[in-house]
């Protein structure tokens, strides 16, 4: 939009996020500061906006964060057999729903692929 101050904004929204929705021991955003549930669709919209910060700035701190919870809802939510992800689990991958939704298969397809693109591994 060439006003530089929506990208200052969005770094301050981004370091924010990083404040008040991390969770740094297990290393992956919540959704809700009460409840350490969490679900593919409203997590990993994180790492998408961590992906879209690194576009716009080259912060590679960005994409730090949006790795590790991408690696963490792999963990918390992913079915080992099915590779189906559960709506909901706990932050260790305990108490997994049993409903698997469509939305949430479709999030996790998209901020893999998105980071896809800046992953050192092949």
Same mark, same amino acid.
Request: aromatic residues 12%; charged residues 20%; contains cysteine.
């Given at each position: %939009?060439?006003?530089?101050t ?11 996020m ?8 297990? #290393?992956k ?20 906006? %961590? ?8 912060? #590679?701190?960005?994409?730090? =964060? ?5 690696? +963490? ?9 099915? #590779?189906? =992800? ?10 997994r729903s049993?409903?698997?939704? +469509?939305?949430?298969?479709?999030? %996790? ?7 896809? #693109? ?5």
């Open positions: %939009m060439n006003d530089p929506y990208l200052s904004r969005a770094q301050a929204l981004g370091a924010a990083n404040t008040v929705l991390w969770n740094a021991s297990r #290393k955003y919540i959704f809700n500061t009460t409840d350490n549930r969490v679900n593919p669709a409203w997590c990993a919209w994180g790492s998408q906006a %961590m992906i879209r910060l690194y576009e716009a700035d080259n912060n #590679k701190t960005w994409l730090e =964060y949006a790795r590790q919870n991408i690696d +963490g809802l792999n963990v918390s939510n992913r079915n080992p057999t099915t #590779k189906a =992800y559960h709506f909901f689990a706990r932050m260790d991958g305990s108490d049993a409903e698997i939704e +469509g939305v949430d298969q479709a999030w %996790m397809q998209r901020v893999q692929a998105l980071y896809s #693109k800046y992953s050192t591994t092949k």
